[in-house]
């Protein structure tokens, strides 16, 4: 299994601003994923970030907007730029270990005014 | 594109009771099938790991099916308690090491004394 935790556990930011979330992990994994859960909707996949090279972002996400770092095998940044309230939501942190099973941080809870 | 639909939305029942929850997605060319645990604002835990090749797989009072060709699985919880109380989503991973999950829309549950 793989622990994940995650700062800040939650912020309230104004409009305009950006908020970077941190992810580390307890072991070395080769990809790390961040999504996005809405209010009242299931997980959102924004973007899958390996070690060592760009992150590969889904379909209506764009690094602009989310910027991610990757500095090594057990840490990640996901940045939310320029924030509007409709960027308010739980970001999640994921890795996959083991080769096969999904392990999920605790989420940062974010409120953009 | 995979599509991944749980029924019901919601569940009320008494504790005690056993209770089973559907999950079906359209393409049957999965790698696994997981099913999570969230409570409310938080992340996700992870319950149970089905491979593409298994049919069933048990931990505790929860077990859970996989039938690949129908495009169906089921978790089952035996002997329901009010801590059992949360949302339960399921998440299938596409063929492919670098495939991602795709979550189901989730269903509430509320064990009542």
């Known amino acids: 299994s793989a622990v994940i935790s995650q700062k800040p556990s939650r912020d309230i930011c104004q409009r305009g601003t950006s908020l970077t979330i941190q992810c580390q992990v307890d072991?070395?994994?080769?990809?790390m994923f961040w999504y996005r859960q809405q209010p009242g909707q299931s997980l959102t996949l924004i973007a899958t970030?390996?070690?060592?090279?760009?992150?590969?972002?889904e379909s209506g996400f764009v690094i602009d907007k989310f910027p991610i770092s990757r500095p090594n095998l057990t840490f990640s940044t996901l940045t939310v730029s320029n924030m509007s309230p409709e960027d308010s939501s739980i970001y999640l942190c994921?890795?996959?270990?083991?080769?096969?099973?999904?392990?999920f941080g605790p989420g940062t809870r974010l409120t953009v005014l | 594109k995979q599509e991944v639909t749980q029924i019901p939305a919601a569940l009320s029942v008494p504790e005690g009771e056993n209770l089973v929850l559907n999950c079906s997605f359209t393409?049957?060319?999965?790698?696994?099938l997981q099913w999570f645990r969230q409570d409310p604002g938080k992340g996700l835990t992870s319950l149970l790991l089905?491979?593409?090749?298994?049919r069933e797989q048990t931990s505790g009072r929860l077990n859970a099916s996989l039938d690949k060709s129908s495009g169906r699985s089921t978790l089952y919880i035996a002997a329901s308690q009010p801590g059992d109380s949360a949302t339960y989503l399921c998440?299938?991973?596409?063929?492919?090491?670098?495939?991602?999950?795709?979550f189901g829309t989730g269903t509430r549950l509320q064990v009542t004394l």
């Open positions: 072991s070395q994994v080769t990809m």
């Open positions: 393409d049957s060319a999965i790698y696994n």
């Open positions: 970030a390996n070690q060592g090279s760009e992150a590969t972002y």
């Open positions: 994921s890795v996959r270990a083991g080769g096969n099973e999904q392990f």
């Open positions: 089905i491979q593409s090749s298994q």
């Open positions: 998440a299938v991973r596409g063929t492919g090491t670098a495939s991602k999950l795709t």
